[in-house]
Nanobody, 125 residues
Framework: VQLQASGGGLVQPGGSLTLSCVASGFTLDTYAIGWFRRISGKSRDGISCMSSSGNTYYADSVKGRFTISRDNAKNTVYLQMNSLKPEDTAVYSC????????????????????WGQGTLVTVSS
């Protein structure tokens, strides 16, 4: 089981980026996928999740700006990030779990079993 996150880079405030999380060794649509970010010097925070059934969740900090989606044919989950702010600067990672969990656990790292490496997003003018 492997996850590969990509798509990070440098973007100006107000700009957009789309992160990709490609899965290998398993079928994404049977797993819940979460996106996390770690701002320098701080803990890793969950920001979005898509359950295996397609339910989506967003942390308040990104709600209305970020959109999670899944392409089953490509075995890939995306995080579309719009209206980016300097405070969105972080290393973003995706994670997966086949286990069922309640909605209160979607943002906890311990909920997930598999992790991809991070991709750096820098929002700066």
């Amino acid at each position: 089981v492997q996850l590969q996150a990509s798509g990070g880079g440098l973007v100006q405030p107000g700009g957009s980026l789309t992160l990709s999380c490609v899965a290998s060794g398993f079928t994404l649509d049977t797993y819940a996928i979460g996106w996390f970010r770690r701002i320098s010097g701080k803990s890793r925070d969950g920001i979005s999740c898509m359950s295996s059934s397609g339910n989506t969740y967003y942390a308040d900090s990104v709600k209305g700006r970020f959109t999670i989606s899944r392409d089953n044919a490509k075995n890939t989950v995306y995080l579309q990030m719009n209206s980016l702010k300097p405070e969105d600067t972080a290393v973003y990672s995706c994670a997966a779990t086949p286990r069922r969990f309640n909605s209160g656990s979607v943002y906890y790292p311990n909920t997930y079993d598999y992790w991809g490496q991070g991709t750096l997003v820098t929002v700066s003018s």
